[in-house]
């Protein structure tokens, strides 16, 4: 295919608007767009490539292909995953190194989208601490680059047929994506079928070019209107539940329209073609793969930036590494002579490399030895939520279904107790299952993060998107319905009762806001009352006092890299005098009052006489300033015992 100085140019703006996203300057809320604009980028030129091979030939040569690939991604990936390691080594608290080790050998073998796409959970680490979160954009070209060749080796003798197959898949992919965007919005965003149509756009405008002869050159407008879509997107478009969705037609339509009409001559195609957005465009992939691990690296050490000027300085840094990467790794590879068997060779040492490091890291869990015994016990609590799943499932169908429940204690038993909750409950599920082992008596774990365990209540959370807040309102109306019909006669409720009492989080979750649509106690009593109908025995759960100030990643990290000292400093974050919390537990604690229930109260086993801590007896019993650790649930496993007491011998459940 003959180069096109305006695609380098057309890459350029796409870098650029995810560069700047990712380091949070203005202007850009919808600046990782330019993902999309790469998409169609490379259907276009790799289809193009290969239907003209296929044309000409009446083949396709798959070693020439996948050796023009590697040589073009493999060694700047590899460059940049080693240098990443290094200084994830330096940093990184063990249990995120370990997690890097995992994405580490994801992203080798180019499947970390669908590492990405599962870890994609409630205590997952945010976004912003995944150093090779960004490769998952490359897993899914990967993948298109097996899926590709082949659909044209077993179908490119009838290229009617073969053309009529790109346009059926080319719309079911994009029918399922708006589909699933609201379904199941990280499949959508994360995997390839749901990503194919992107690129298939791309193909299936080179397929007409070449089979038109086109001289990809229509009207002036026709860039205008593409430019205008692309930088509509990249201002306007919101990160959210709804992209991909149909929001993510318009700028691969723009992207379509400019590589459409990139041989006329227009003011657009002619900046696209000049020097600076060129010169951007050669080093797009560099400054892609080196943007993400400065931008992480960058902020995790500094906690947050000082302002947009500092941004800016990271920025430059990356260009700069980009630089170095394209003149130094990347084009001495591309232009290099080497034989398909070398470079294969060479390809499969570095991946092998690559992938013994990472289960390296994996299997050491992260190296905690790295750092000194003074930020063990928050480097141990900032792992400790790893719980065993093995049991737990989500229905499909039935009473629960679309409802994560985990049956407990011994199996091939009928439950005898139902504990249905938040995500508080899953922070306590390790010392709840504890005592329904020990005691003999089976039960079921009901729980939806974030969802307020209460009847007739919506919510509006700032924390959550409007399809999470109506899935909390679906899941609570399923589980009413499920309740009575499971004959078990004792329940447990668990939730972050402050909160929805509150109307907000606390210490360093207080920017964290909750509407209920009726108010806590109400919502409470009504609740209490409906169940009691199908209850013999309930007991709630007093929430676990919140340590404001405490969060074992933060507390870690500082430690570790000496910008905390074990002290007053110290003792002050992981502690809080029990007359401070006065005021936020008081509307919850009187919302119980009167109500028929049997309150577990955890309190005297978490607090002295004057404090509440999250450490005690060298051991993290928080992980954050709410949610407990598996540690601490198990260490507080005993205040369950009478909600799992046996039934006297003789009585029927």
């Not at 199996?411 to 249905?420: D, G, R």
């Not at 008596?441 to 209540?457: E, N, Q, R, T, Y």
Request: proline fraction near 5%; charged fraction near 15%.
């Amino acid at each position: 295919m003959t180069y096109r100085k305006e695609i380098d140019g057309l890459r350029s703006i796409a870098v650029l608007s995810v560069v700047l996203f990712h380091f949070g300057m203005p202007g850009v809320s919808g600046g990782f767009i330019g993902v999309d604009v790469f998409f169609v980028i490379s259907g276009f030129l790799i289809g193009g490539i290969l239907w003209g091979e296929l044309a000409s030939q009446g083949r396709i040569s798959f070693s020439r292909f996948y050796m023009r690939r590697i040589k073009r991604l493999a060694p700047a990936y590899v460059a940049m995953a080693l240098v990443s390691l290094a200084f994830a080594w330096l940093i990184l608290l063990p249990f995120e190194f370990r997690e890097f080790g995992k994405s580490l050998i994801a992203a080798t073998v180019y499947l970390s989208n669908i590492l990405f796409f599962r870890q994609s959970g409630y205590f997952d680490s945010g976004a912003d601490e995944k150093l090779l979160l960004h490769t998952w954009s490359l897993s899914v070209e990967e993948q298109f680059y097996i899926f590709l060749p082949l659909l044209l080796l077993l179908l490119g003798r009838r290229k009617t047929g073969l053309f009529v197959t790109l346009i059926a898949l080319f719309w079911a992919s994009l029918l399922t994506s708006i589909y699933t965007t609201f379904s199941n919005h990280s499949a959508a965003f994360y995997l390839f079928p749901f990503r194919a149509w992107e690129l298939l756009s791309g193909v299936l405008l080179a397929i007409y070019g070449r089979q038109t002869a086109c001289k990809w050159a229509v009207a002036p407008w026709i860039s205008w209107l593409g430019m205008a879509l692309v930088l509509g997107g990249i201002i306007w478009i919101e990160k959210g539940a709804q992209f991909p969705g149909y929001q993510v037609i318009f700028p691969v339509l723009g992207t379509a329209l400019l590589l459409l009409n990139g041989n006329d001559d227009n003011l657009i195609n002619r900046t696209l073609s000049t020097r600076l957005p060129v010169g951007i465009g050669l080093i797009s992939y560099s400054l892609y793969l080196w943007h993400w691990p400065v931008f992480v690296l960058s902020t995790y050490y500094r906690d947050t930036y000082s302002g947009p000027l500092e941004a800016l300085l990271w920025v430059g840094g990356s260009f700069g590494l980009a630089w170095l990467s394209w003149r130094f790794v990347e084009r001495p590879f591309r232009q290099s002579q080497s034989s398909a068997a070398g470079v294969f060779a060479g390809a499969a040492v570095a991946s092998l490399l690559l992938i013994g490091l990472g289960a390296v890291l994996y299997k050491k869990d992260g190296l905690p030895q790295r750092f000194g015994p003074e930020a063990a016990i928050h480097i141990q609590a900032s792992a400790d939520f790893l719980q065993d799943w093995r049991r737990c499932h989500v229905p499909q169908q039935g009473d629960f279904a679309g409802i994560e429940i985990c049956p407990i204690g011994p199996e091939n038993q009928k439950p005898q107790v139902v504990i249905w909750g938040d995500s508080h409950l899953r922070a306590f599920k390790e010392g709840i299952a504890q005592i329904a082992r020990k005691q003999g008596v089976a039960g079921l774990i009901i729980w939806h993060a974030g969802c307020p365990p209460l009847f007739d209540v919506s919510k509006q959370e700032s924390a959550a998107t409007p399809q999470q807040d109506a899935a909390c309102t679906a899941a609570n109306q399923k589980i009413r319905t499920a309740l009575p019909r499971l004959g078990i006669d004792r329940l447990l409720l668990v939730g972050r009762w402050n909160y929805y009492a509150q109307g907000a989080g606390i210490g360093l979750d207080a920017q964290n806001k909750i509407t209920l649509s009726t108010d806590f106690a109400t919502a409470l009593q009504h609740t209490i009352a409906e169940l009691s109908t199908s209850f013999d025995q309930i007991y709630v759960l007093r929430q676990a006092p919140e340590i404001t100030g405490y969060d074992s990643r933060i507390i870690a990290r500082q430690l570790a890299h000496g910008k905390l000292a074990p002290g007053a400093d110290l003792e002050a974050l992981q502690s809080i005098a029990r007359a401070d919390l006065d005021a936020r537990t008081q509307p919850a604690n009187q919302a119980l009052v009167g109500l028929d229930v049997t309150l577990i109260d955890p309190w005297p086993l978490l607090c002295d006489a004057r404090f509440c801590h999250a450490v005690q007896n060298g051991l993290g019993y928080y992980f954050d300033n709410n949610h407990l650790t598996n540690t601490g649930a198990r260490q507080l496993r005993h205040i369950f015992a009478p909600v799992f007491a046996p039934l006297p011998r003789g009585t029927n459940d």
